[in-house]
Every structure is written in structure tokens, then in C-alpha cells.
């Protein structure tokens, strides 16, 4: 299980896991009817309680968070978090990486 939290202010964010299905089981400390999906989007201050389906091919695949914006034309500031989700055994240098498309 892992635990998603937004501490931005303002800003709605994706999360994803490359070709990774997530369930999610609980926001903001509240039980919901679980649901699962390819990407999930967090609100300023919530919390996210999401289980990860760990189904693909042994190997290293990327994380991404990225905003929500509605405006079109307008400028903003697209600063996304990147990391990784490696599973035990995986080779170094190979990489699956997954475009999202955050609007």
C-alpha cells in the first residue's frame, strides 16, 4: 500500500505508475468503495490511501506527478516529480517509462 499525500497549495496533481493498475481504498481518512485505475488525481492537503497491482515484467518504471490545468494559452509553472518503482531483480539500464497527459 502506499500512501499519496498533495502538500501543495493550490494545484490539483496526477500520480501514476507506468503500465500499473491503482485501487484505491481510502481519501482524507475515510473509507471509500474501492476502485481501480491507470492514474489518480490528488487535491491540495488530500491524502490517499492506493494499492498497487505489481503485475508487469521484472524492470525499473517510472512515477510521475504532474498538475491539473484547465486554462488553455495560459502559463504556469509545470514542474513535475519524477521517480522510480523498481522491483527486486530488476537489471540496471533498462527503463519503462509512460507519457501522461495531466489536462
Known amino acids: 500500500m502506499s500512501r499519496l499525500i498533495n502538500a501543495a497549495l493550490n494545484t490539483e496533481n496526477f ?13 482524507d481518512a475515510e473509507y471509500t468503495k474501492s476502485f481501480t485505475t491507470d492514474r489518480v488525481m490528488v487535491g491540495p492537503g488530500q491524502t490517499m490511501n ?16 504532474g ?3 484547465s486554462a488553455k494559452n495560459g502559463s504556469f509553472q509545470n ?3 519524477v521517480a522510480y518503482f523498481q522491483y527486486v531483480g ?8 509512460e507519457i501522461i497527459g495531466c489536462n
Not at 500520480?15 to 481519501?27: M, W
Not at 492506493?50 to 506527478?65: E, F, N, R
Not at 530488476?90 to 517509462?97: E, F, L, S, T, V
Request: aromatic share 14%.
Open 15 to 27: 500520480f501514476v505508475i507506468a503500465y500499473h493498475k491503482l485501487t484505491v481504498v481510502e481519501a
Open 50 to 65: 492506493v494499492l498497487v497491482t505489481v503485475d508487469q515484467p521484472i524492470g525499473k518504471y517510472s512515477m510521475a506527478m
Open 67 to 69: 498538475p491539473y490545468m
Open 79 to 81: 514542474i513535475s516529480a
Open 90 to 97: 530488476a537489471a540496471y539500464g533498462r527503463m519503462y517509462i
